[in-house]
């Protein structure tokens, strides 16, 4: 079995047994059977098993069992640290403790004085009796038996907790194993730091503290980083940074793969100026951010960076060698007989690679699987180079367990690249983001390790109000992948101690925004959402009254609330009221930032209007620095259980993916063209598209604005952008026009994408209205018809929609009108919406023969959401798009 990833021994990972694991509910050798053969034979990386052991905890008069028997030897010895508040052991330091270790030591003490009540010494000396606090070379005696190797960046973050009857040793590697092995001590001893923030600190009492252990633990996931997106925003620079080391979430390998290509156009900005056959051919010039890899001068400079980078600071892991955002690629014809784009990216980093085995023995290079490079290669991959494979924006056809396998292949070494928030797609509401999905996060870190990840990278936000949890049970799972097995347990803890005697109601809380279970695939009904989330805080609120620490968390989490309250209200708000919303929203943002419930930075920069010249909003006027008062907090408790209801819909609502296709391979009948839109809508409008391989690389549209003729002098053009699922950058058209004025005149407009597949096509007419629509290459255009996601349809309008194989019921939500009928896929009548109430849901069972086909809205007004059938209305079923699972599913049936 090889035994090293470029430079770097990896005989830690290589031993059958590391004994002393503790908090694992299933002691075994971990050697899944399911692993396919190839992933022991990794470059440098094999599957690795470890016993559990017993830690014995002493809280009061509490015995509390916290793992099941050890697997292979007898009982750890306990110590007991502090008796009826007093404390019965110093914590000694090695005469040659780093200062890190002694302010490590003075954390400790100040934390147990504040669990146990005992004053806690800290002294010098030899041991071997006492807290041990310290490096392996500062106590090589107690570190026998046990490999520290501080060089290795395998190993670095080895640490050693065992008892004694004298004693409790707390040896690591390196000054952060020792933060590690502190932390966990607490840990064991039930501190907790569930979110950042003293809120969401939790310091047991119990004037007794009494420890058995014995346990040499390794993270499996060498690089553990959970980042915002957005950055830090100086108030919560120190409660991150803290988070991060009390859960063990670090940069235990600090692996680079940020964009790097146009930090060095930047730095080099004369040289380029010089050099101009440096950058990119595109389009016939040389411009953008991407590189001519074929020249020889451009690599070279790029290797002079990096070695000018590596004398600066000889002690980095590794370099990026991972390009500049999106497309604009080299088009000459060098380049072009390099290959593939990964090919040629990965040219660039094998050759820096090279370079730096060379020169500065032990540094690796990183590389992305992303986008346009993300296809495995055709070349070898260095065996100093870690490729991250991202679970996003991959191009070519390929799924993530394709990179992966396609990848190793060509030797590279793993890492992951995940996504738990992205603001920009979830606007840190709640039961949005990947970070909220737990079942995701337990499936998919044990996945990620057993297929020989061993470097873990994820883009999220400061919004621990709606992914924190998530945040938590990923720091636990990356440090070890066995904890998946006892995410409920992991749970259970949290509910206990976050909330204690309001527990339940916040269970509830919880379950509402977060997903769980695997099975659970709930649509999101906003209002009802908000509506239970205000009833579980006010029965929270009861039973916490007691608890200043519980109820400190109940405030965060209310704030939190009323924030998808006000989104909700500016989301409905017209006219003058739009504004107003708006600026209630962000004000509330400003006011609750430091809570770091929501991402504050990108919701107020993101939100807030913007000048009409391009430049930053001015957040001023939301900067409001008034606390909130418990007078304020029990205002808004009120007016949200007053402005909503929970919503009884008389039918379990379906949810359906995103990942729409065409509906052609269901063979649907022709049908009379429907329509909508007679007049033309105000705000936004979303359209969703396609483009085949054998389409041209555009989109024709017939648009129109200023349809209100009194607005048009104040009326901005129509903005239309387009937007390509394929595209790396989601939240960046592909395309975008403002030329159509608001004139009431139609006009042809040609929209450019090169990408196939999916597309949105966003239209916004400011202070007016628009209509589009589109003329060729003639194909789909569907219309989101969900709760969350709609077009405001103008007149009487008649779409089409489809009802899956075997549903049984049609069942939606109705709103802002009283007219039209639903009909069937043989022409029958089965909801004449003048006999419903204006707004409220509607229920429909479907006869026997009618699934499986078209049904429409015909003679409608105003808005109806679908919820037991795909959310997507169409004129005819050339033009429908459909969730791509019902499409496969239901394309068997009409194959047979």
Not at 33 to 46: A, Q, Y
Not at 249 to 267: C, D, E, N, P, W
Request: net charge neutral.
């Amino acid at each position: 079995m090889p035994r090293s990833i470029g430079n770097i021994d990896l005989a830690a990972l290589h031993r059958d047994v590391v004994f002393g694991r503790s908090n694992r509910a299933n002691p075994r050798f971990f050697t899944d059977k399911r692993t396919p053969p190839t992933m022991s034979t990794l470059p440098g990386f094999s599957q690795h098993g470890r016993p559990a052991c017993t830690t014995l905890l002493l809280l009061g008069a509490a015995v509390l069992l916290t793992t099941a028997p050890m697997a292979q030897s007898a009982s750890p010895t306990p110590v007991q640290l502090a008796r009826d508040g007093q404390a019965l052991i110093p914590v000694v330091l090695s005469e040659q403790a780093s200062p890190q270790v002694r302010e490590l030591a003075v954390t400790l003490t100040n934390l147990l004085t504040r669990m146990s009540g005992a004053t806690f010494a800290v002294t010098n000396g030899p041991g071997p009796g006492g807290l041990l606090l310290g490096v392996a070379s500062n106590f090589p005696a107690l570190a026998a038996g046990h490999v520290f190797a501080p060089a290795d960046p395998l190993q670095r973050e080895a640490y050693l907790l065992r008892s004694r009857a004298d004693g409790l040793h707390l040896i690591g590697a390196t000054d952060e194993a020792v933060s590690h092995a502190v932390w966990d001590l607490l840990h064991r001893l039930g501190y907790r730091q569930f979110f950042p923030g003293p809120t969401w600190e939790v310091v047991p009492a119990a004037t007794n503290l009494a420890l058995a252990v014995d346990a040499f633990e390794q993270p499996d996931f060498l690089t553990r980083r959970i980042w915002y997106g957005h950055g830090l925003w100086k108030y919560n620079v120190q409660p991150y940074q803290d988070w991060c080391a009390r859960n063990r979430t670090a940069h235990g390998f600090k692996l680079a793969t940020s964009h790097m290509y146009q930090a060095v156009i930047r730095k080099h900005r004369s040289v380029f100026a010089e050099h101009p056959e440096y950058l990119a051919l595109v389009d016939g010039k040389r411009q953008g951010g991407k590189f001519c890899i074929s020249n020889a001068g451009l690599r070279a400079l790029v290797l002079d960076d990096v070695r000018g980078q590596l004398r600066q600071n000889p002690d980095i892991d590794c370099i990026s060698m991972e390009p500049s955002d999106g497309v604009g690629w080299c088009e000459c014809e060098a380049c072009d007989t390099m290959g593939s784009i990964s090919d040629r990216a990965l040219t660039l980093a094998n050759e820096a690679a090279r370079m730096v085995a060379r020169e500065f023995p032990g540094t690796h290079i990183g590389l992305l699987a992303y986008s346009q490079h993300s296809p495995p290669p055709t070349l070898r991959v260095e065996s100093n180079v870690i490729v991250k494979v991202q679970t996003a924006f991959i191009r070519g056809g390929y799924t993530f367990d394709d990179l992966v396998r396609g990848w190793q292949t060509r030797g590279a070494s793993i890492g992951v690249g995940d996504y738990y928030s992205v603001f920009a797609w979830d606007h840190s509401r709640p039961a949005s983001g990947k970070g909220s999905d737990l079942a995701y996060i337990q499936e998919s870190i044990p996945r990620f390790h057993r297929h020989g990840a061993r470097f873990f990278m994820c883009e999220s936000s400061d919004l621990w109000g709606a992914i924190g949890l998530g945040h938590y049970v990923a720091a636990r799972l990356l440090w070890d992948t066995r904890e998946a097995e006892n995410l409920a347990a992991i749970t259970d803890d949290f509910f206990a101690r976050a909330f204690g005697p309001a527990r339940e109601p916040m269970e509830r809380y919880y379950r509402r925004i977060y997903r769980f279970e695997a099975g659970d695939r709930r649509p999101l009904i906003r209002g009802d959402l908000v509506a239970r989330l205000y009833r579980d805080l006010a029965e929270a609120r009861t039973l916490a009254a007691g608890s200043p620490a519980v109820m400190a968390r109940l405030d965060d989490l209310l704030l939190f609330t009323r924030y998808e309250d006000l989104f909700l209200q500016q989301a409905d708000a017209r006219g003058d009221a739009k504004s107003e919303a708006l600026t209630a929203l962000l004000r509330h943002v400003w006011r609750m930032r430091e809570t770091m419930m929501i991402h504050a930075k990108p919701a107020l920069s993101r939100l807030a209007p913007k000048p009409k010249d391009g430049t930053r909003a001015d957040l001023t006027p939301y900067q409001d620095p008034t606390p909130f008062t418990e007078q304020e907090l029990q205002a808004i408790l009120a007016d949200g259980l007053a402005r909503y209801e929970p919503i009884e819909p008389g039918f379990e609502p379906v949810a359906f993916t995103e990942e729409l296709v065409p509906a052609t391979p269901l063979n649907l009948p022709e049908v009379p063209d429907g329509t909508y839109n007679q007049g033309a809508p105000m705000g936004r409008q979303s359209f969703y598209t396609w483009r085949d391989e054998t389409d041209p690389p555009e989109f024709r549209l017939r648009v129109s604005g200023g349809h209100i003729i009194h607005y048009r002098n104040i009326a901005s053009p129509v903005q239309l952008s387009l937007f390509a699922d394929a595209n790396p950058i989601l939240d960046e058209p592909v395309a975008f026009d403002n030329r159509v004025p608001p004139d009431g005149t139609e006009h042809a407009i040609t929209l450019r994408s090169t990408f196939t597949g999916l597309h949105r096509l966003q239209v916004v007419a400011p202070s007016n209205r628009a209509k589009v629509d589109r003329i060729e290459p003639q194909g789909p255009m569907t219309l989101p018809a969900s709760l969350d996601e709609y077009n405001q349809l103008t007149g009487l309008w008649t779409l089409y929609f489809y009802v899956p194989r075997g549903t049984t019921v049609v069942g939606g939500y109705s709103a802002g009108g009283t007219r039209g009928l639903l009909i069937d896929g043989s022409g029958n009548t089965q909801c004449d919406f003048s006999k419903l109430p204006a707004t409220g849901y509607f229920r429909v069972e479907i006869p026997a023969g009618e699934d499986g086909k078209l049904w429409k809205f015909e003679g409608c007004n105003g808005r109806r959401a679908l919820l037991t059938v795909p959310p997507y209305l169409a004129r005819n079923a050339a033009a429908l798009l459909l969730p791509r699972e019902v499409v496969e599913r239901d394309r068997q049936t009409v194959e047979r």
